[in-house]
């Protein structure tokens, strides 16, 4: 494809410039359109990398020198939780001083959307944007209202990494349906993003009304999302849409000996290994740690004297065995090298999930050749071409050994994920097999490069769309 003869100007919209699979793609993102010479910028709630092109977004209340001091002083209380009662009280009260307006929505159960900067994101990069790219927008630094403003001024491309922009208040909703038709009664307060009470009936109708007066290029990673998306209020104010997979750098993300692997990271090459990773796993509540650790455990009951070993990586804890089975963790890795390691080590790669969109670990993991057995939920199942007939797999659609990429079985089948493990790990023709399917189909769907280049091609579509619009749109309600 030939780049325009005058480069792209983009600002990139995240809540870090650092951070989990959404942030980690934006600025993916950022430094991909750099690198083929547009001109991008970033504007994020937490400028956690020291770039010149990297701005924070000013005017978060919890950054003020006021909610700072408070919260020093509540910090400075922590010492005495333990020996002083009515201390926790104490710093509950500080907490709340700190920024009265967030917690009063707290209190009510409102989304709080009060983030005075964002009206002036625009201002923040030296040269004004072609194009604003926003990314999850949930993480307590942006002023959703202002959607509204800002896609009257220029064209406005949001990325949906999870399901937050049309329901009550949740990423998932876990099964629930009622993001359908208006949210209320919602059965799960304590889904992340949580609330403490039950106003998700007016979040819901919160959002439609700046959906409604909007005018959004939405683009998601994987074709279930956007299915979703595509049911719901946001699309109210949607006039293009996009379904553009996620990429990897393939330079880094790369087959590689095995055993090298595991010398630099100083892993033992005897046991057969396989590969789990998450941040926080076991606290994260829409990955499915309890499934891949019973998985194991089967595993390790039925392999005899063969040692297996599973590296969690991206948590921290004591060692378990199960039988000739090692569950190990290691602490999150921010080198994407190190990362690519852990994977090049591995015999297989496995993935629990109670929900998930298009997890870049998966990505990750094809790309460096490991087969995957993973949970199909969300977009997981666009992921991995999972094996026809296989032990343990599930009883969706799948492939012949010359196509498949892995295994996928049922929402919490512990027994069909280990069921496949073992087959895989006792067959090293079919185990060699899916490896090399895994990085030929990384490189003709999951290619970063590709993926830049589909952003970038998308972004030329909507300038051309966003000036022949001249729809006028309804000015959003009180």
């Not at 299915?227 to 109210?236: G, K, N, P, T, Y």
């Not at 010398?263 to 606290?283: D, S, W, Y």
Request: net charge positive; with cysteine; aromatic share 8%.
């Amino acid at each position: 494809m030939q780049h325009p003869v005058a480069p792209l100007k983009v600002l990139v919209v995240s809540g870090a410039a650092q951070g989990g699979g959404a942030e980690r793609m934006a600025l993916t993102l950022h430094e991909g359109l750099k690198y083929r010479g547009h001109r991008s910028w970033m504007a994020v709630g937490r400028r956690n990398i020291e770039s010149p092109d990297i701005f924070a977004i000013p005017g978060n209340p919890a950054e003020s020198r006021w909610a700072r001091l408070v919260q020093e002083g509540s910090a400075a209380l922590e010492p005495l939780v333990s020996r002083v009662r009515g201390i926790r009280r104490i710093q509950q009260g500080l907490n709340l001083l700190s920024n009265p307006l967030y917690s009063v929505d707290r209190l009510r159960g409102r989304e709080h959307f009060r983030y005075p900067g964002t009206a002036g994101i625009l201002d923040l990069p030296p040269h004004r944007p072609d194009v604003v790219h926003c990314h999850n927008l949930h993480g307590r630094y942006f002023d959703l209202r202002q959607l509204v403003r800002l896609s009257r001024s220029v064209p406005v491309v949001l990325t949906l990494h999870d399901e937050w922009a049309f329901t009550g208040h949740c990423a998932y909703t876990m099964g629930c349906e009622r993001w359908r038709s208006g949210c209320g009664a919602c059965p799960g307060l304590h889904i992340y993003p949580p609330v403490r009470r039950d106003a998700t009936a007016a979040n819901w109708r919160a959002k439609r009304a700046v959906y409604a007066a909007s005018r959004l290029y939405v683009s998601t990673p994987s074709q279930w999302l956007m299915d979703r998306a595509r049911e719901s209020i946001l699309f109210e104010g949607v006039s293009e849409s996009r379904v553009i997979y996620n990429g990897v750098d393939r330079s880094v993300f790369r087959p590689a000996d095995r055993a090298a692997a595991r010398q630099r990271l100083g892993l033992p090459v005897e046991p057969r290994m396989l590969l789990f990773t998450a941040n926080a796993a076991r606290r994260n509540m829409f990955k499915d740690y309890e499934t891949v650790r019973e998985a194991v455990r089967i595993c390790g009951q039925a392999s005899g004297d063969r040692p297996l070993l599973l590296i969690a990586l991206g948590d921290t804890g004591p060692s378990e065995r199960f039988g000739s089975a090692e569950l190990r963790f290691v602490p999150y890795e921010e080198s994407p090298a190190l990362v690519a390691a852990y994977y090049q080590a591995a015999d297989l790669y496995l993935h629990g999930a109670k929900a998930d969109n298009l997890p870049t670990t998966i990505v990750e993991a094809l790309a460096s050749a490991v087969p995957v057995i993973a949970t199909a939920v969300g977009g997981i199942s666009e992921q991995v071409r999972s094996l026809a007939d296989a032990p343990g797999g599930w009883a969706g659609p799948a492939v012949p050994r010359d196509q498949a990429t892995g295994v996928l079985v049922q929402a919490g089948d512990a027994a069909g994920m280990a069921a496949a493990a073992l087959a895989l790990l006792a067959d090293d023709d079919l185990r060699a097999c899916l490896s090399a399917n895994a990085a030929r189909d990384a490189a003709e769907r999951f290619d970063l490069r590709d993926q830049v280049e589909n952003t970038v091609a998308w972004y030329q579509e909507v300038l051309r769309g966003h000036a022949r619009d001249s729809v006028t749109l309804r000015p959003m309600g009180p």
